[in-house]
């Protein structure tokens, strides 16, 4: 699986996304239930429409997929998402869309497409949050809510990652400071973190 992490939207390689369209094709997954955390609203959903339009002047072809609808029903989620090889997951609240990975088992999803050359994990702040081992130093940087029901917060991440991102670090963004007490606990706990500031893409194949 090719990644794809920005600090802050599309950051500034988004080359690397037109020449995986023309090597794998167009469709693409985007996943906006970082934001459940927020009311609906023409606020929330004009944000989430800006990353649809962005995608598609890239060039993808573009299926919004909330993971509320699969909560317990697993086995469907993979069947509607066989046709797709590329995920593009967006910010907000990392707890929130943690939860929502577990809920609908896409978490498990993606552990078990990892080792696939021709699939596509993108996105940027808490959608690259999630894939750390676990998410213990982002409770400085995002409330640790879970929105759906009464279990406890998760704290383990998908662990796709070997460390936890921390976006936004030095940037002007209105979580820097935050970020800056996140690396500071990350250093303390002897946490594997790596920084990105806004613009910043990290590109792995795992």
Not at 81 to 86: D, G, S, T, V
Not at 101 to 130: E, N
Request: glycine residues 8%.
């Amino acid at each position: 699986m090719k990644l794809y992490l920005s600090s802050y939207h599309f950051g500034n390689d988004t080359e690397e996304l037109e020449k995986w369209i023309q090597e794998h094709g167009n469709q693409i997954i985007l996943i906006p239930n970082a934001r459940d955390i927020y009311e609906d609203s023409e606020r929330k959903a004009n944000g989430i429409q800006k990353d649809v339009e962005e995608l598609r002047r890239i060039g993808f072809d573009v299926k919004l997929l909330s993971l509320k609808d699969y909560f317990g029903r697993q086995e469907q989620l993979k069947q509607d998402l066989e046709p797709y090889h590329a995920f593009w997951v967006i910010g907000g609240n990392a707890f929130a869309l943690r939860k929502a990975m577990q809920l609908s088992g896409f978490d498990a999803f993606l552990k078990a497409c990892s080792a696939k050359k021709d699939y596509l994990y993108g996105g940027y702040s808490a959608g690259i949050c999630v894939l750390a081992p676990n998410l213990k130093g982002l409770h400085l940087v995002d409330e640790p809510v879970n929105p759906y029901n009464q279990d406890e917060v998760i704290q383990e991440g998908v662990g796709l990652l070997e460390f936890l991102p921390l976006p936004h670090y030095q940037s002007d963004h209105p979580e820097s400071a935050l970020i800056d007490q996140a690396v500071s606990y990350c250093k303390g706990h002897q946490i594997a973190y790596q920084t990105l500031s806004d613009g910043d893409v990290i590109q792995l194949e795992i």
